[in-house]
């Protein structure tokens, strides 16, 4: 069938403003929970959207490795392109597609590099084939052929044959802060739910709103 001819009836409770808990964090891990339920593949990966120095957005699936009152968490190189347009504008937005459940969350707001400390300690938790993989992958970078990667794996795991495998100086994490967070649950009739928290000038407080699908 063509994408064109696709139609799907989001047969949902859907979600009820009083239903919804006043913090977007708790109300993302209620829903983390239901996609880890409900078997939902991947339910920590989310797309996240940068902007490079055109200001032309680029996107891409990062795991997200914690959700809590800071803010969200994730991995990867700082070298890379997503790392070179967090620098120049570090701005990002984040989409949790949990289609299986007829629901997307959306989070937008300011990122910041986290410390070399809680990189260290992510690190630390990795099996060491990735740490090894972080080493051995100049990511975002052309290169020539697979081979480049697996002589790279090879020389990395020889050099560290034994120990711990450090952290590269340029592999670590950044942490968004939301501003603006979006629950979406689908329904009949493409008249879905959606609700947006936003926070308060200058408090912590989150103002809730109904959006119109
Ligand atoms: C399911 C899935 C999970 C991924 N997780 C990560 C991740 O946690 N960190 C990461 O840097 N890239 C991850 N990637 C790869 C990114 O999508 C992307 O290819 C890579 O980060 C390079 O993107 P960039 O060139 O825009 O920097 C993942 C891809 C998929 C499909």
New binding site residues.
């Given amino acids: 069938m063509s994408p064109r001819d696709r139609r799907i009836q989001y047969e949902t409770a859907g979600l009820h403003r009083e239903d919804l808990d006043e913090s977007p964090i708790q109300q993302w891990h209620a829903w983390y929970v239901d996609a880890v339920e409900a078997e939902l593949p ?1 339910p920590n ?1 989310m797309v996240v959207g940068t902007v490079d120095e055109y200001g032309l957005p ?1 996107a ?4 997200a490795r914690g959700v809590d009152d800071e803010g969200i968490t ?4 700082y070298e ?4 070179q347009q967090l620098d120049g504008t570090p701005l990002a937005s984040v989409v949790f597609p949990w289609l299986g459940l007829h629901r997307q969350v959306r989070a937008r707001g300011s990122v910041e590099v986290l410390s070399r400390f809680e990189s260290d300690a992510y690190f630390a938790s990795r099996p060491r084939e990735s740490q090894i993989g972080a080493w051995a992958s100049p ?2 970078q052309e290169i020539e052929d697979r081979s480049v990667l697996e002589k790279n794996f090879a020389d990395f795991s020889e050099q560290f044959s034994t120990g711990e495998v450090p952290r590269p100086p340029h592999w670590g994490g950044w942490l968004l802060v939301p501003e603006v967070f979006e629950f979406w649950q689908g329904r009949p009739n493409r008249l879905h739910d959606r609700f947006r928290y936003r926070l308060e000038d200058s408090t912590d407080s989150w103002i809730i709103d109904r959006l119109a699908p």
């Avoid at 994730?74 to 190189?77: A, E, K, M, R, T």
């Avoid at 890379?80 to 790392?83: A, D, E, R």
């Fill in positions: 991947e990966a680029d891409r699936i990062v795991l994730f991995f990867g190189n890379s392109s997503k790392g990511q975002s």
